[in-house]
């Protein structure tokens, strides 16, 4: 995720990292480079554009712009409700820290915790398809079996095990342990959007019409420009290919809020954010340091 202050004038121009510039340079090179050659086919045999007229380019453009609004719409609502499912997984960890004052042996609050921890390494894992177990093991004992079919929910069905034991044998009543699995539901809850968010994405016959029609309107634009604006026809299809390409790219980064992208959740950082409060619970005061934005990223 990018994290800057606000740009100024001089940093509004000349800004890259956090821009989609450097995922569309080819294609509008490639558009700016096509409508100069059409502008010099149009200068030496003027005829060949004398009819065409630029009135279906402004209704498409419109109807194109529309469009991808939506569909950017849609993707932002994306990347924003992963935002507050992992929001949610905060929430209900800080509250499982503050139950769990109650249990007095600290060896078995610790474990419990771990657990915890354990699973937001493996949920992060799980998202950006890395190995869960190499992400959590070390937070885990006993360590589930790697070939269990959701192993971030086993997690959690080991932790709520830990908890209905706890109540059995008195260490926490019968009302707190109805607290503490309300906070491992949630838990779940958070883990189901987030896995919804990754296995369900936009329609793709959808994200396909969008790609087409911008392609095909950015590549005939200049036929419509040559005519009235001439060798300032490169400048603004340069332009007019920047936005839509742009809109289109930025789309695609925040339809999966999850990855690796500059754009995308810093996902590492919350769960070192987990990871330091769990840490200063179980009264260990060397903690890993906070992740901090390494030019303008935060990971």
């Known amino acids: 995720m990018i994290v800057r202050p606000k740009p100024n004038f001089i940093n509004i121009l000349s800004a890259i990292k956090g821009s989609i510039a450097k995922r569309i340079a080819l294609r509008s090179l490639m558009v700016t480079l096509l409508a100069a050659v059409i502008v010099l086919v149009e200068t030496l045999h003027p005829s060949y554009f004398s009819k065409v007229s630029a009135t279906p380019f402004t209704l498409l453009g419109l109807s194109l712009s529309i469009f991808m609004s939506f569909r950017n719409n849609a993707c932002y609502d994306r990347w924003y409700e992963g935002r507050k499912a992992w929001g949610d997984v905060i929430v209900a960890i800080r509250s499982m820290i503050r139950e769990t004052v109650i249990i007095k042996d600290a060896d078995t609050r610790n474990i419990l915790l771990s657990h915890l921890c354990g699973f937001a390494h493996a949920l992060n894992a799980k998202l950006r398809q890395e190995n869960e177990l190499a992400a959590s093991g070390r937070w885990l004992d006993p360590i589930p079996k790697d070939n269990v079919p959701d192993f971030s929910g086993r997690i959690l069905l080991q932790a709520g095990q830990q908890c209905s034991a706890l109540s059995e044998s008195g260490v926490i009543n019968e009302w707190r342990y109805t607290i503490m699995a309300n ?78 992208d500059e754009n995308d959740l810093p996902l590492d950082a919350i769960v070192r954010t987990i990871e330091r409060e769990i840490l200063t619970a179980m009264g260990e005061t060397q903690l890993p340091p906070a992740l901090e934005p390494v030019d303008f990223v935060l990971k």
């Not at 036929?223 to 340069?238: D, K, S, V």
């Open 183 to 260: 906070h491992l539901a949630h838990l779940t809850q958070a883990q189901a959007a987030c896995e919804r968010i990754k296995h369900t994405p936009l329609p793709f016959a959808y994200t396909l019409l969008l790609h087409r029609t911008s392609y095909l309107f950015c590549f005939l634009l200049p036929f419509a420009m040559a005519e009235p604006l001439g060798w300032l026809t490169p400048i603004f299809t340069a332009i007019v290919s920047y936005t839509f390409f742009g809109l289109d790219a930025i789309g695609d980064e925040l339809e999966d809020p999850f990855g690796r």
